[in-house]
């Protein structure tokens, strides 16, 4: 119950964390609780320095998505992978989205991005869009720990049927879409307006994945995305 009572006190500080931090600690006994907050409340994790809560919690999603992740790209992309797209655009500033954000990774690397070519992250205004609500949350905890600002739509939606920035262009887009979805909601958007290219299958969801994201460039805006090897 005082672990509760300390998440509702943290959101009611901080309006990016307001109904998304975990309430549910009763669930655990006392003796794991009072043993994990020891582990943390350790003046080594001060000594250490830097970001080093936001690289703990970083280790816990890679260990968690392994667990259950069975979708590629649902839930986790890999580090190596989001670094190579995050170098590749080198965001310095401007519009950053990621229409499939998952636990927030292209946001945090993209951060790191900055740290290591001293720039600075209010240079840069950070976008993004999650369907599965727990992942939605996860996401916005990981931003508050790296002390990022994003603006992740007022709740959880699905990008095609519910686009929470419809107006938005980005001078960056980058993301790692879930493969080869059905029944993405097709029969509802056929005159939409971001088939510039041809309306996608109904069977199929990748190409509207990456006319969904050329639909939200700025006209000089460059995309790197992950897609399934078909």
Known sequence: ?????????????????????????????????????????????????????????????????????????VFFTPKSLV??????????????????????????????????????LREISIFGQEFNAETWKIAQMNLAIHGIEANLGNSYADSFTNDKHPTLKADFVMANPPFNLSDWGQSSLKDDVRWKFGLPPASNANFAWMQHMIHHLSPKGRMGIVLANG
């Open 83 to 120: 670094k190579m797209i995050v170098n590749i655009l080198e965001p310095a500033g401007g519009v950053l989205l990621d229409p499939a954000c998952g636990s927030g990774g292209m946001f945090v690397q993209s951060l790191e991005f900055l740290k290591n070519h001293k720039g600075n």
């Open 1 to 73: 119950e005082v672990v509760n009572n300390a998440m509702e006190l943290v959101e009611q500080q901080s309006e990016q964390l307001t109904g998304v931090l975990p309430k549910s600690y009763t669930d655990f006994s006392d003796e794991l609780l009072g043993e994990l907050l020891r582990i943390f409340n350790n003046n080594a994790l001060d000594e250490v320095g830097g970001d080093v809560i936001g690289r703990i919690y970083e280790y816990f999603l890679n260990k968690f998505a392994k667990n259950i992740a069975s979708d590629d790209g």
